[in-house]
């Protein structure tokens, strides 16, 4: 067990991922923006920022990949994302509810 709020472990990483995920998410966005907009900020601060902005946005370059697309039509690459993506979405499911044998 950890010491962490009575959490085991493995329930005190997923606690922390979410709030990460979240928290920090909201931390870093506006953390980056106050930065461009700083007019004493370094200009290497600011490319800096609006790199990060940028590639969080999906503006990196990269194509988004069509959630609509069947699957039949994706590359390979795509339907390795959409399948991290499905595993994440189901993982996260099913560490918040309690898993039954009839389930």
């Known amino acids: 067990m950890s010491d962490y709020h009575g959490m085991t472990p493995a329930e005190a990483r997923r606690?922390?991922?979410?709030?990460?995920?979240?928290?920090?998410?909201?931390?870093?966005?506006?953390?980056?923006?106050?930065?461009?907009?700083?007019?004493?900020?370094?200009?290497?601060?600011?490319?800096?920022?609006?790199?990060?902005?940028?590639?969080?946005?999906?503006?990196?370059?990269?194509?988004?990949?069509?959630?609509?697309?069947?699957?039949?039509?994706m590359t390979y690459a795509e339907a390795e994302v959409m399948l991290a993506e499905l595993k994440r979405e189901h993982a996260a499911k099913s560490s918040d509810t309690a898993t039954d044998i009839f389930d």
């Not at 506006?30 to 007019?39: K, L, N, Q, W, Y």
């Not at 503006?59 to 959630?67: F, L, T, Y």
């Open 15 to 73: 606690y922390l991922q979410e709030r990460m995920e979240t928290e920090g998410a909201v931390l870093a966005y506006e953390t980056a923006v106050s930065i461009c907009r700083d007019p004493k900020a370094s200009a290497t601060a600011k490319a800096s920022a609006l790199k990060a902005l940028f590639y969080v946005a999906g503006h990196d370059g990269k194509p988004a990949p069509d959630r609509d697309k069947p699957v039949s039509e």
